[in-house]
């Protein structure tokens, strides 16, 4: 018998259906007419044992006891499915194969993995574990998946980063929770404090953004800008300061004094001017990559201000229940070659519910290969596209739709020509000063044509730093041509503070985590493993500070609590600051690539969080003092809350 266990019923199901019929139901399985059966996991069946299951000293929380670091792991089934993992233990005795179907991500590689290990399968039957991979859980392409079965084995790396992590965030959370939630007691914080690799850290940016916010002084700065006529037409170009204006200038090259500003509007008015130097380039700009799910995070929270969470939600109920798109939960924003041959049946789905996606474009060309055709880029998993199902859009949410047709227009794109465009750079001497001005035309716009009825998706979408150039249209020019400088213009402005995050801007800082990291060694380690949480954890983080009263919300931004500010301005900075996850993410990446030992990970990180500990213990927390806790449980006094959460709460997740 082979049995097959799915990550969860739904996709358990769609296994199920292309197996030889008739079924036979049983309760947490469903068996082929051939012998073969299906069985699932309902998420994790299994979680990393509390400390008391180590020692019964654990269960009272006392810093003596600290750090606490499991000589042998123990893993303990979950409660609420602990019957699932007895139909397993049967199904796993009677079958003489068994595949993976875990979802196409390392969480889901060691989810069934774990669950395989638990039940103690080994030997010969151990080593012949197939994987099976899938994507869409549309029939055809489950049935494509079965055929493209592999070695459970070429995933093993796969298993183990997931695992490392899993242990690393325990031993993280739960020692640095437990020390600071002692400590804030003894300063009359009546909570528990939360602290996790990647939560904290993410908690740490909001904090500082909100206080840099806070502590900003504007100031004002100068432009000058040159009104110019050929005789026939006008236009403007912008003040170049030189090398000498460096003393008056602020680090990004601001003018911060007036009166040179001023001098260059008196020195140019009424003045002649002559083409320095003039550059004309043809451009071309390939269309945007399908989604990740990060990126459609962002986009969708720009677009739709949508919540992280709410992407999510939204995917996997286009994945689940309406099968209209891939896997979501995907960290990829590239498709394998060998997906290109069913494109004329994904653009035929996409067309026949959302023809309007093409209302100002020509029909896509279904032989384009874009870039996003890689397989050097795909592994267990590709970027998020529609499957050949066709949409009925009446059975769908106005969300649903909405994010549907952002997916499908992304996936279009690919199959439409590059956009291209002419730059013009033009510099203009005016009495020994250098001028600027820049221009766009369009040549053609090719994908950016699916983008003309909604620009301000294509703001979100498209855009890029070449793209910001100067919109205005410049009169025909030649390099020595005489102007006339008819009047200079000073602009008074002022510096801007920067932006509270929104959600678009805090998932692109989790993403993007590089910039925000201080080390210039670290940034260069992350240079290809940027980022921090991964695809699957990202929305979950943001929303459990929300939920632990680190976080709120004022409109669109996010900003911290008094909670939150306290905590973070009572921890180490290393806890607070994004360079230890940072590199915690590369060294997973690097076991996920067998570039690195599960051991050269797990070993440095005890070293590592002894000290940590040891310096809570030397610590008072008190940027806590006065401040009040949240109160974690409606219907009970404060003390007896008090009570269950410092006694009972679990270990903190990432």
Known sequence: MKLYIAEKPSLGRAIADVLPKPHKKGDGFITAANGDCVSWCI?????????????????????????????????????????????????????????????????????????????????????????????????????????QLRSNREFIPLSTSALARSRAD??????????????????????????????????????????EIAQFQPKPF???????????????????????????????????????????????????AVVSTLVAKDKRQNPPLPYSLSSLQIDAAKRFGFSAKAVLDICQSLYEKHKLITYPRSDSRHLPK????????????????????????????????????????????????PTEKTANLASLSADEVKLYQHIARQYLAQFYEVYLYAETTVEITIEGGLFIAKAKQNKSLGWKALYQSNKASSKSVTDTDEETAAEQQLPPLTQGQRLHCERGELLEKMTQAPKHFTDATLLGA??????????????????????????????GIIELLFKRGYLARQGKSIIATDV?????????????????????????ESICQKKMKYHSFI???CEQLSGLITQAKNTLPTALQGVKAKPRTKGKSFAKRKKTTYKKAKPAKA
């Open 43 to 147: 998420g994790h069946l299994l979680e990393q044992a509390e400390p008391d299951a180590y020692d019964a000293a654990y269960k009272s929380w006392k810093l003596e006891h600290l750090p606490i670091i499991p000589q042998a792991w123990q893993l303990k089934p979950k409660t609420k499915t602990r019957s699932q993992l007895t139909v397993l233990r049967k199904l796993v005795k009677q079958s003489s194969q068994i595949i993976n179907a875990g979802d196409p991500d390392r969480e889901g590689q060691l989810l069934v993995d774990e669950v395989i290990s638990y039940l103690g399968v080994k030997g010969d039957k151990l080593s012949q574990v197939q994987r099976l991979l899938i994507s869409d859980l549309n029939p055809q392409a489950v049935r494509r998946a079965l055929g």
């Open 170 to 211: 325990w031993l993280y959370g739960m020692n640095m929770t437990r020390a600071y939630t002692i400590q804030g007691k003894k300063v009359g914080y009546e909570g528990v404090l939360s602290v996790g690799r990647v939560q904290t850290p993410l908690l740490g940016l909001v904090v500082r953004r909100d206080e």
């Open 222 to 272: 100068y432009e000058v800008l040159a009104h110019l006529s050929t005789g026939a037409q006008t236009f403007t170009a912008k003040w170049k300061p030189s090398e000498a204006c460096a003393p008056y200038q602020d680090e990004e090259g601001r003018v911060l004094a007036k009166g040179l500003a001023q001098n260059v509007v008196s020195r140019i008015n009424d003045k002649p």
């Open 338 to 385: 060998e997906q290109h041959q069913f494109a004329p049946q994904v653009l035929s789905a996409i067309l026949s519910s959302s023809a309007s996606l093409i209302n100002d474009a020509p029909q896509p060309n279904a032989k384009k290969q874009s870039k996003a055709w890689d397989d050097s880029k795909v592994d267990a998993h590709h970027a998020i596209i």
């Open 510 to 539: 989790m993403t993007g985590i590089a910039k925000f990291v201080s080390s210039a060694e670290i940034k260069k380690i992350l240079k290809d493993t940027d980022g921090i949480g991964t695809e699957a954890t990202r929305a």
């Open 564 to 588: 939150g500010k306290g905590l973070v301005h009572s921890l180490p900075l290393s806890a607070t600051t994004p360079d230890m996850t940072a590199l915690w993410e590369s060294s997973l």
């Open 603 to 605: 070993d440095p990180l």
